[in-house]
Nanobody, 118 residues
Framework: QVQLVESGGGLVQPGGSLRLSCTAF????????IHWFRQAPGQQRELVAG???????NSRVAMTGRFTISRDNAKNTVHLQLNSLKPDDTAVYYC????????????WGQGTQVTVSS
């Protein structure tokens, strides 16, 4: 059974940083792209960042320079580093797994809440 588990969310002040993690179970991790999405209350889901199975940043994703994404295949984990956070970054962040460079694959995590507030 495939499972994606996000962690690292929380409450942070504007200008602060968080590192989110997405750990995968039950799949051959190195074969999968991992993409991060977020959804704020009353808003549509938004694509935030992505990294392909080969470890390349997905150039089809318009990722802000405040965020960086990396993967550690030995730990079946992708990290999303969020810097210079703004209140508009407040949302539930979800990771998704899809084969190769697929942006929206069949597997989703449960989400982790990021709240940016003073």
């Amino acid at each position: 059974q495939v499972q994606l588990v996000e962690s690292g969310g929380g409450l942070v002040q504007p200008g602060g940083s968080l590192r989110l993690s997405c750990t995968a179970f039950g799949l051959t991790f190195s074969n999968y792209a991992i993409h991060w999405f977020r959804q704020a209350p009353g808003q549509q889901r938004e694509l935030v960042a992505g990294i392909t199975s080969g470890g390349s940043i997905n150039s089809r994703v318009a990722m802000t320079g405040r965020f960086t994404i990396s993967r550690d295949n030995a730990k079946n984990t992708v990290h999303l580093q969020l810097n210079s956070l703004k209140p508009d970054d407040t949302a539930v962040y979800y990771c998704n797994a899809g084969i190769g460079s697929t942006i929206e694959g069949p597997y989703w995590g449960q989400g982790t809440q990021v709240t940016v507030s003073s």
